[in-house]
């Protein structure tokens, strides 16, 4: 489901938002015993434990859904258009709960913590993400785009400081170079594929644990997204990355997990080499052989 306008106006309005989910009831206190699908994630950094999430009354967008995410590693999410992808993935850093009606069943652990008993602002944090359609403040310079998360939080920065974080996250995304000199010029000026790197280095600022991409590449052109696609096999190294794709071709290159879900149900998880030669579900393998999707 498109909903990029709304995902802008949300990040804009962050701050305000978030201070109106504090006071909202957090929906699940109990852990419940950990299913993890797959055994050779030792010490998963994120354990997501039955969640379930509708956007009201009783129907559910996604079901069930257990599964730990390994550090230092890319796991994509795949599976045909409105099967939840999206869903899951804004329910790990708790943006779905801007949308006015949602409610959730089980849990998803940080560590010990469950995230919905955390300030939502801190897990943005450590959780930090990067929508579809590049969305670079437009009013905002390159500079203050990068520093945006600090700014609409009220954190305080020396300039030195801010400077430091600017040059590192433009460096982290391999912006830098091309952007050094303009730095004060805004954001909308660059290439499409250049201010997904922007919005990824965005994200970077403010030193996540965890990034998550919804379809970041598909507004892109073959280079632009050959590009992110290099530079998130690079991020790895320092962070977690979920990144949803319909493509699949693009889970392959780059992913080393993969999570297939059809109709809101995660069917299947597994090492990426594993799952592209030898699924274990036959809606996985139908998807997989383009049956549907
Ligand atoms: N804001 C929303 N309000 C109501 N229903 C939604 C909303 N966003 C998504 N849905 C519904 O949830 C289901 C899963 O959608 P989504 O997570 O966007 O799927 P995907 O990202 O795989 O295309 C779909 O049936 C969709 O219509
Ligand atoms: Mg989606």
């Known amino acids: 489901m498109e909903s990029t306008i709304l995902e802008q106006e949300v990040i804009a309005t962050e701050k305000a938002i978030a201070r109106r989910m504090e006071v909202k009831e957090n929906t699940t206190k109990t852990k419940s015993v950990m299913q993890n699908p797959i055994e050779n994630i030792a010490s998963p950094i994120l354990n997501i434990d039955k969640l379930s999430v509708s956007y009201g009354g009783d129907k559910y967008s996604i079901t069930d859904v257990s599964a730990g995410i390994a550090k230092n590693k890319i796991t994509a999410i795949m599976g ?16 779905h709960e801007l949308y006015p009606n949602t409610h959730n069943k089980g849990a998803v652990y940080l560590g010990d913590e469950n995230i919905y008993d955390m300030n939502p602002i801190l897990l943005r944090r450590k959780i930090g993400m990067v929508f579809q359609r590049p969305n670079p403040f437009p009013t905002m310079s390159i500079y203050d785009n990068v520093i945006a998360g600090y700014k609409l939080n009220g954190i305080k920065l020396k300039r030195a400081e ?132």
């Open 80 to 95: 045909p258009s409105g099967c939840g992808k999206s869903t899951l993935l804004r329910a790990i850093n708790r943006m």
């Open 162 to 293: 801010k400077d430091a974080i600017v040059e590192k996250s433009l460096r982290e995304v391999g912006l830098w170079s091309e952007v050094k000199d303009s730095l004060h010029n805004k954001g909308t000026f660059l290439s499409g594929g250049q201010q997904q790197r922007l919005c990824i280095a965005r994200a970077l600022a403010y030193t996540p644990e965890i990034i998550l991409l919804d379809e970041p590449t598909s507004a892109l052109d073959p280079i632009a997204t050959a590009k992110i696609e290099d530079l998130l096999v690079k991020l790895k190294k320092d962070f977690t990355i979920v990144l949803v794709t319909h493509n699949m071709s693009q889970a392959a290159r780059i992913s080393d997990y993969s999570m297939f879900m059809y109709l809101g149900e995660l069917v299947e998880y597994g090492k990426t080499k594993q799952m592209f030669t030898t699924p274990k579900d036959r809606r996985t393998e139908e998807y997989l052989t383009g049956k549907f999707g």
